[in-house]
T-cell receptor
Framework: AQTVTQSQPEMSVQEAETVTLSCTYD???????LFWYKQPPSRQMILVIR??????QNATENRFSVNFQKAAKSFSLKISDSQLGDAAMYFC?????????FGKGTKLTVNP | DTGVSQDPRHKITKRGQNVTFRCDPI?????LYWYRQTLGQGPEFLTY????????KSRLLSDRFSAERPKGSFSTLEIQRTEQGDSAMYLC??????????????FGEGSWLTVV
């Protein structure tokens, strides 16, 4: 069974600085998708970034980028120039092929 | 496109009562998912539909839970004889099919259930 592990229950960062959230996963599949979702308190879960496993190039979306290491089954999220609005729960998720399997999440606090 | 819509957003019920949640997916999304999320945990998969067909159910979906998507549009999730352990947020999500979609799943705001 596929599993997703987020080893950092909580992280904090100073505003304008950079933070990296870790994620590892376990799968025997070769073609799959990985996602980072953001869930602000009492608000909707929204997609931050996604990565196709067959692409070697790391995905980037503005201040958000990933470090995808397929052989190591690692998928970390880097947030640059952190903003107060980045404070939220961040969930790493794996999809192959029909449903998402989530990690337990990392709570990110952004300090002014 | 108004996104995935869920109703009600909050429900408090007494143990033993039945509750029903409704989900309206993004129009033209033929896949619809139900997840459950408890405090401090990531969402856990319950079931999903492709059009009106329920294609997979998790072992978490006990006999007291039933989900339907009668016309391939909106879906309902009913919990019968609620228990305190059912207290959670129930998330609905939808996605299109086909490789062009990028396989992104879009979530609603969730329906909070409190069983007292």
């Amino acid at each position: 069974a596929q599993t997703v592990t987020q080893s950092q229950p909580e992280m904090s960062v100073q505003e304008a600085e950079t933070v990296t959230l870790s994620c590892t996963y376990d799968t025997s599949e070769s073609d799959y998708y990985l996602f980072w979702y953001k869930q602000p308190p009492s608000r909707q879960m929204i997609l931050v970034i996604r990565q196709e496993a067959y692409k070697q190039q790391n995905a980037t979306e503005n201040r958000f980028s990933v470090n995808f290491q397929k052989a190591a089954k690692s998928f970390s999220l880097k947030i640059s120039d952190s903003q107060l609005g980045d404070a939220a729960m961040y969930f790493c998720a794996y999809r192959a092929p029909e449903k998402l399997v989530f990690g337990k999440g990392t709570k990110l606090t952004v300090n002014p | 496109d108004t996104g995935v819509s869920q109703d009600p957003r909050h429900k408090i019920t007494k143990r033993g009562q039945n509750v029903t949640f409704r989900c309206d997916p993004i129009s033209e999304h033929n896949r619809l998912y139900w997840y459950r999320q408890t405090l401090g945990q990531g969402p856990e998969f319950l079931t999903y539909f492709q059009n009106e067909a329920q294609l997979e159910k998790s072992r978490l979906l006990s006999d007291r839970f039933s989900a339907e998507r009668p016309k391939g549009s909106f879906s309902t999730l009913e919990i019968q004889r609620t228990e305190q352990g059912d207290s959670a947020m129930y998330l609905c999500a939808s996605s299109p099919t086909g490789r062009f979609s990028g396989n992104t799943i879009y979530f609603g705001e969730g329906s909070w259930l409190t069983v007292v």
